[in-house]
């Protein structure tokens, strides 16, 4: 009588073979998802930036919508939008530019003399240009990767002119 061939280990061997071959599939499955989500994160990223900096914009002409209190002038070398408050008896200046690589705010009652680094950093921002044009106000956001976006809206009351004293 010959010994018998044991099939148990053949067996074994077929299931270790297809564990271990399902274990490398996955990890090299959830190294390419990882890949992919991080190229997903870091677009989506820039694109929250350009986005929530032209809506700021946006909201911010909505807000002060009225006869002569909308403004584009030059200001710490760039371009601002400069909205006026009247106030209390004095007007007060929202400036809004970009400097240092950041989209700022800058609230002074008018004539105050400020410099541009004085402004609270609103979001990270390569360049912005504002332009009137028609009645419309035009938005160009440059991002840090140098990506660019553009938002125009058209303010319901008229644009003033130049602010001065800033």
Excluded: K, W
Excluded at 16 to 37: D, K, Q, W
Excluded at 52 to 71: E, N, P
Excluded at 97 to 118: A, F, I, K
């Amino acid at each position: 009588m010959s010994p018998a061939l044991p099939r148990g280990g053949l067996r074994s061997a077929a299931v270790f073979a297809l564990c271990a071959l399902f274990t490398v599939l996955a990890m090299g499955l959830t190294l390419l998802a990882s890949g992919a989500y991080r190229d997903t994160a870091a677009v989506a990223e820039v694109n929250y930036t350009r986005r929530t900096a032209l809506s700021y914009l946006v909201h911010q002409v909505r807000r002060s919508d009225a006869d002569g209190c909308v403004y584009v002038e030059s200001f710490g070398g760039g371009d601002a939008l400069a909205l006026v408050e009247p106030a209390g008896g004095s007007s007060y200046i929202t400036l809004l530019y970009c400097y240092g690589g950041q989209l700022r705010e800058l609230y002074v009652e008018e004539g105050y003399p400020l410099l541009p680094e004085d402004g609270l950093p609103v979001l990270e921002l390569s360049s912005l240009d504002i332009r009137a044009e028609g009645g419309l106000l035009c938005f160009t956001a440059t991002a840090s990767d140098g990506t660019v976006s553009s938002v125009s809206v058209a303010p319901r009351c008229r644009l003033g002119g130049e602010v001065g004293m800033l």
